[in-house]
């Protein structure tokens, strides 16, 4: 049986594209891009060409967009930079956000740099706007608002434009991690009312190891990394010029194709909800699925039983890639972190299917057909 991938939330398979126009930059083009020489010139000309690109797909301005090494760094610099140089003294979240984020803000509430507020969780696993908005209408400092678009483990969809709404509202800064989304779903900048995004190459076909941080040009912050003049002072360091070129290059091909594929996608998706509850009728789905939702992640939950304990484990044995979750902590022990907080006290084993372009229908059927036999 051949390798099936359903986990593309954790990573997705480089496009030959990508590769091919990263691969010059990986041989000959091997210059420093802060040499003064024609070499280092040849690089430091593919990176600005790289954040012109980026600012164009998102309506931004180049100078808003900064290279990192992906999406963790992203968001950790931004927090930072809410809490250290905006004067940010709470700081709004939730405890479903990804780890970059949760153990970030509970750091600078530890510190006692800022005071903590997590947000409900309502039953379809969203957050609960409506006290979003009565705790930025009490708290009389500046706050941060940091909830992420997309959830990485049940796909659920922030309504980023009423945040962003509500941040404006009361002069909140926001903040959202949208690894998930930054090349899967269009966004305009221009008028969204935020202050930080992040996006990771490897989520939309792109290289490992790059990632984005948008910070709007209004803002004054210091810079993340010290050292040399690198990302206009803000990162230093010797720039990952292949990865940058990746990175844009699968950025507009990810642009390009979007429709397309989201509907391909989530024809996918839906059929493999279809099938399984037509093939385990006791399945059932996180948060919200046929909602407000990524149309990438399928987060399913089967009952407890013995054999399900270990159908992570079963199904990696029949060269099936899911995960039990972010795959930031797939290999741990410990449960979901989100999946408790959704539905505290559920003993039921959550499976997180993802999807890309190159999965199948056929593929679908070999998995649920498995599955079938390992519940």
């Known amino acids: 049986m051949e390798r099936i991938y359903f986990d593309n939330a954790a990573t997705t398979p480089l496009d030959p594209l990508v590769l091919e126009t990263m691969m010059p930059y990986l ?6 891009p802060s040499s003064i020489y024609s070499y280092g010139r040849e690089s430091r000309m593919a ?30 610099a931004a927090i930072r930079a809410a809490i250290q140089d905006l004067g940010c003294r709470h700081i709004i979240s939730s405890p479903l956000e990804h780890h970059a984020t949760l153990h970030t803000v509970q750091y600078h509430h530890d510190r006692g740099e800022a005071k903590l507020h997590l947000l409900r969780v309502l039953r379809d ?4 706007l409506d006290q979003l908005n009565e705790l930025l209408s009490e708290i009389k400092e500046k706050v941060l608002v940091s ?18 709404e509500l941040c404006k509202k009361y002069g909140a800064i926001f903040h959202s991690d949208t690894v998930q989304t930054v090349g899967h779903y269009p966004f305009d900048l221009s008028k969204l009312h935020i202050h930080f995004i992040n996006g990771a190459a490897h989520k939309f076909h792109g290289p490992k190891g790059v990632g984005i941080l948008y910070i709007n040009e209004q803002l004054k912050v210091k810079p ?8 206009r002072n803000m990162r230093a360091g010797t720039e990952n010029v292949y990865g940058i070129v990746g990175f844009a290059k699968a950025f507009e091909l990810a642009s390009e194709r979007m429709e397309e594929e989201a509907a391909y996608i989530t024809g996918i ?20 699925p046929f909602g407000r939702s990524l149309y990438t992640v399928l987060s399913a939950s089967f009952p407890k039983s013995e054999k399900a304990e270990m159908l992570l484990f079963n199904l990696d044995i029949n060269h099936i890639c899911a995960s039990g979750g972010s795959a930031c902590t797939s290999g741990a022990q410990q ?29 679908v059927d070999e998995v649920v057909s498995k599955l079938k036999s390992l519940i």
């Open 47 to 76: 990176i600005e060409q790289a954040r012109k690109t980026v600012a164009k797909i998102l309506h931004a301005h180049p100078a808003e967009i900064f290279f990192t090494s992906g999406g963790t760094e992203s968001s950790n």
């Open 125 to 128: 696993g969203h957050v609960d």
């Open 147 to 164: 909830l992420m678009h997309a959830n990485n483990e049940t796909g659920n969809l922030l309504d980023i434009q009423k945040v962003s």
């Open 269 to 288: 998706r839906n059929y493999m909800a279809e099938e399984l509850k037509k093939e385990i009728p006791a399945v059932e789905f996180n948060g919200d």
């Open 335 to 363: 449960g979901s972190h989100v999946i408790r907080a959704i539905y505290p006290g559920s003993d039921r084993s959550t499976v997180r299917f993802s999807f890309s372009r190159q999965n199948t229908k056929k593929e």
């Open 27 to 32: 041989t000959e083009k091997f210059g420093n």
């Open 224 to 231: 993340n990394i010290h050292g040399g003049a690198q990302e």
